[in-house]
């Protein structure tokens, strides 16, 4: 299949499958590893578009299902898309909006023709499938657009009862095969193959046989990218990891593979280990929106009394606007504490920074060999695994 | 009385008591007439300072009510004053906190050593006099700190009852003459008056002869500046009009005049040509958070259905980041419709631009002899006064 999206490895990893490299699409380039801030309603929340450039973040991923309700994808496209729309001239990625459908709405229906739920904005009868999320796609334009897929709600009910977890698993059977009929049905539904490229995803659940099944047949498709789905749904690290680290490696070496919705540091760096090279996470804004901040040696509340008097910025030697700009942590939480939309403003562009230094860092880890001054600089990244600390000289140092 | 602000008269206009000028302080200049945007809690809601400094804003206001209740004018001069505090690097002025006092507190006692009221934070005892706003203000460090004045709330209660307005005029009496004794007591009470200029403050609401009573007593002592209270709370604006123009010319030519709370454009306007170099309102940024846009011809509020599909910037030719950024009026309805934070952002910058093109375009009306060219940018200025139309030819023409 044609795409306009061309990946290029750039460098790999001698200790792990990572690699290093850079994707063009119609709107400009991005490097891999990549994460990609949530701009949900075609806004990255609190952030002018040149302020989310400035952290570095050179993709951004907008949402089908909230653009499809609101204000509607039909008027973007009228309006020229989403770039022309938010005014972001780099690329975007769009999901499908099955998984806000499948886990946020009121449903009505799940079937073989999709899902049918109550709109969150009127309470109108809304049907989303494979033919209508690439309709939605299309019309909003993004650079890169996702497949529909089935993704039933990860949190697997009661696992000390074995009925519940045998009828989880035949759910998720349903959704691996679903996922693959749909990806055929969004691959002939799909209007603008020479603009915007499609992604498959695979499905699978927790359980290692349904991966490789849905990832034998989602991979049979020739696709310009792969996505790893059905993680990061409320799993602890550790089950993430397992899932990442056994799906990965089905997927094609030359094809960008993109892991949904993860996460914290330890677990991009770890999915990175395992060969993927993009990813989109809310943390870093909804925690900065909350008066979270990210640090290199861990996460702060700022509305903590312990901050009252802290003249210090968020993280010294930080570039980001709040910190270069020399905002103290005591003024950072006068304005959590008084509500202040500035809070927000300052740690969403800390924390998106915080994100993409760290990224900046994993791909010199990757490209010079230097992880164990990547583990250094970054202790929330902990001692880091067994094999790298073996094989890097540096990790012996008792210091680091 | 000594004093660290410099103020210069550059040009006067020929047909009113217009002046252009500049007004320099510790932490740098700005141009007059200025308008001054509004940071209450030591931030210009939802705006980086370096924003604020783009709308061509020369100096802001800090609320000293707000900042002495929390974070506490104690913990800001620990940390060196609101400019470093709040990251600002030009002039800032601060209210005495007074008016809040006044109006917005639950009050428990106003006596001649001034207001007693509960905390809007946490309902603690607070007493608020001269003596103590000057230790607030000194703590704050601001630039240009104002005189703590008796300023009653000014809706005149029952003008129809005699009674009622007789006690209102006097209660009028009683404040004017407590803000000449508090004024004295503010002068001695001042700590830092090699560093922060004190404006004395005009009472008399609106009855003239209470206002002359009131320039005479304040402008007897030597002070660095001088301000026009008790206005705009509420009243018509040919009433703010008529004790403008009655009260600026009893204040000192050779010092900066200043207008507090005021207003729309056209009363920014008046005020100027009766002699006013200096203004501050919440208008540009509180209207801006609600989805209303300032314009040349008038005020749009955005959640208007009718905006739903315009592709058309707030204002063409506007070089504020949200028109210059080419963000649609569509794009902006979107945001608010969606109460994202990005909408009061763009909007608080264009008000705030708005605000700052218009008092440039004043200044060089002033400076150039060029009021028509002026009233036929801004249409939202009506005609003009009827003097300036008959002294100024190029209003005959009936297109302008």
Redesign the interface.
């Known amino acids: 299949m044609s795409s306009p999206l061309r990946f290029s490895i750039e460098a790999k990893c001698s200790h792990s499958e990572a690699r290093v490299g850079r994707i063009e699409t119609p709107n400009g380039g991005f490097d891999t590893p990549a994460f990609m801030p949530v701009g949900t309603?075609?806004?990255v929340?609190?952030?002018?578009?040149?302020q989310v450039a400035a952290t570095g973040s050179q993709i951004l991923l907008n949402n089908a299902y909230h653009l499809m309700l609101?204000?509607g994808d039909g008027?973007i496209a009228?309006?020229g898309g989403v770039h022309a729309?938010?005014?972001w001239n780099g690329p975007i990625l769009t999901d499908s909006g099955g998984y806000q459908a499948f886990s946020m709405a009121d449903i009505n229906a799940i079937d073989d023709e999709g899902v049918t739920f109550k709109s969150i904005i009127d309470g109108a009868r809304v049907h989303l499938g494979p033919e209508r999320a690439m309709v939605v796609q299309n019309n909003l334009g993004a650079d890169i657009i996702m497949a529909f897929d089935d993704c039933p709600p990860a949190a697997e009910p009661g696992q000390e009862d074995p009925g519940a977890a045998t009828a989880f698993r035949h759910r998720l059977e349903v959704a691996v095969d679903r996922t693959t009929a749909w990806l055929k049905r969004c691959v002939q539904a799909h209007a603008r193959p020479e603009e915007q490229s499609l992604f498959g995803i695979i499905q699978g659940g927790p359980h290692e046989d349904l991966r490789d099944r849905s990832a034998a047949a989602i991979t049979a498709m020739d696709l310009p990218g792969y996505a790893i789905g059905g993680v990061a749904t409320g799993e602890p690290p550790e089950e993430i990891h397992r899932i990442v680290a056994h799906t990965a490696p089905l997927l094609p070496q030359d094809k960008p593979r993109y892991l949904m919705g993860v996460g914290y540091e330890k677990d991009l760096v770890r999915a990175i280990q395992a060969g993927v090279d993009m990813f989109d996470c809310v943390l870093p804004t909804r925690n900065g929106r909350n008066a979270g901040a990210f640090t290199s040696t861990g996460r702060l509340q700022l509305r903590n009394a312990r901050f009252?008097?802290d003249?210090g910025v968020l993280e010294p030697g930080c570039d980001c606007?709040a910190c270069s700009?020399?905002?103290?942590r005591?003024?950072l939480r006068?304005?959590f504490?008084?509500g202040?939309?500035?809070g927000?403003?300052?740690l969403s562009q800390h924390n998106l920074r915080h994100y993409q230094r760290l990224m900046l860092d994993i791909r010199r880890a990757i490209r010079e060999d230097t992880w164990s001054l990547l583990y250094r600089a970054w202790p929330v990244l902990g001692s880091g695994p067994a094999a790298l600390s073996v094989a890097d000289g540096a990790r012996l140092d008792p210091s680091s």
């Open positions: 309603r075609a806004t929340k609190g952030l002018m578009p040149e609101r204000p008027m009228e309006r729309f938010m005014r009252k008097e003249d606007p700009g020399g905002f103290s005591a003024y006068h304005l504490i008084s202040e939309m500035l927000p403003i300052l």
